[in-house]
């Protein structure tokens, strides 16, 4: 399939008359095709069992005959005001105890059987409508799920299916009380019925049970989405079914929300992602108008990692300035292709512009579209039309790395329940690892720590702080094989019952890298430390680990320097079988980077050292090389190097696109 463009579009906001004229429009500038129907419920069904989809049948048509294809995405994002009237138990309530009411959206419980049977209705009547229309090529379910903190939900219903999810994950409630650590603080039940959520607590709730609450409502958000997605399945044979999943969404697993897709898509919005992010302040105001390279990237990997590599959609692009960030600002010229073209680079196979036309009322009114409010263009669309026949001559090869990052999100919420440092994250540390190897100019995949690493010269695992035996084994076996394997603080800390590993951390992977963690250390912002390796000194921030050998194999590469530390193990390494583990239980950018360059060195895989603001992707054997700052890059390549788009001088948020030199 080649590579594509298209848009999401809101039909029914606007008159049909002037909506009418779109689909011409649409096509000239290169688009493929149109997502219509996201949020339309209210639209589509007025009045409990009452129809309206005359409209959506002429949209659909038009779209078709335009020779646009149609996505068409279930509604549930918004069940309409006459449904919640009718059954206000349908609203979730939230970590306060509140309900969240009609007037915006996502107001919708994931335990709600009656939302279940309405969804199920709805999904099923759209289904049968245009399940086999020949202009629809597919169907992507609801809408972010989760966006808005809408995961869990603190309500009678979801105690209910807690309670339900606990009996059938431990049978017995003793055995619950063993894996909780119940005896702390009298925590101990007689039975399932006793067990409340984990809210509304006088002081913190036990991590172990806001761990399986964490646990359960993902289970139940992928159960709803897997209904919905059976549905359109049975009665739209031939058409995918993906999701649009978002930034750094992390309250539910997204490799098990991936599983019943045909693929998986996300949502870029580069310079709101940017704002909302801890970053600091100064990186917020060098990259405001383009977003942060490498938290963009990182969030294509994610997603091209929940199938295996196997190829993704960006369902939602932005394509002028965001509405919902604190600062907003307008993107620089240059950023929509810039954002295209890296997404393609990173194994998208199509990239969705939101939206079409800005929205004229309600929440949205400040965001851009592709069409300004009166539908003339807008700075977004004046680019698309530049580029959109470029991106066919494009590779849509599938990707392999040598490196992969590993990603796991019960180690996410294991570490981000409890921080022990506020300016740590689960994503921070995982952002810190993967900055660094892309600053050294490598690509690289991201898998779960189950899934099969053969063929990887590198295996980084920045932060897999719970760890079970199975996995355990499944790294332990890439390592004999030949792998390198490089584990970051806080690994191994916790058991999957939430509780430590008694013999210490990193548990079961102590023996193969052939250490303990003797201490550790939170630092608060300001606080820092050293560690003197590789002959220098290295400042340290936010945590620090220490060592303890348990194998007389093992070499030390770095020792802290200042108290209370002094003299301790920070860093080692030991071979094993065919491969090496290292062991970096420390938050340093520049000892990482010197780390990875003695990794790299020892793999054989050559490194660059990028200056800021210039990034490499590649895919099928081309080169994207892409300028993230306002200034000329002059690109260092040999003079019969082959350009399919600009030249060895990097514009300003510039993208050059040229055949991979041969080594
Ligand atoms: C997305 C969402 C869209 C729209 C957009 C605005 O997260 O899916 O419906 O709200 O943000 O940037």
Redesign the pocket.
Known sequence: MALQLGV?DYPEQISEQEWLTFPKRMKALGLKFVRVA??AWSKLEPQPGKYAFEWLDRVVDALYSEGLQVLLCTPT?TPPAWLIRAHPEILPLDKEGRVRGFGS?RHYDYSSDVYWQESARIVEVMAKRYGTHPGVVGWQTD??HG?HDTTRSYSPAALEKFQMWLEKRYLEVETLNEAWGNAFWSQEYGSFQEIGLPNLTVTDPNPSHVLDFYRFSSDQLIGYDKMQTEILREHSPGRFVTH?F?IFFSDFDHFKAAEHLDFVSW?N?PT?MLETSNAIDTVKTDYARTGHPDMIALNHDVYRGLKNGEGFWVM?E?CGQ???ASHNPLPADGAVKLWTLQAMAHGADAVTY??WQAARGA??LM?SGLLRHDGTPDRGSLEVQKFALQIEFLSDAPISNKVVMLHDYESLWAYDVQKHSATSSYWGQMMLFYGVLRQLGLDVDIRHPDADLSGYSLIVAPALTMLGESTAANLDRAVQNGAYLLLGARTGFRKPTGGVWESRAPGPLAELAGVRVQNFDALRPGLTSRIEAFDQKFETHTWNESLELIADDVKVLGKYFDDPLYSQIALTERNVGAGAVMYAGFWSERLLEKSLEHVFARVGIPTLNLEKGLRYSRRGGLVYAQNWSKGGIPLDLPEDTEFLLGSSLLAPHGVSIYREPKT
Do not use: K, P, S
Request: glycine letters at 4%; a negative charge; proline letters at 0%.
């Open positions: 999401c996201e949020f994002a959206r809408n972010e966006c649009n978002m949502d919005y709101g939602e932005q965001v509405n919902w939101f939206r929440q949205e965001h």
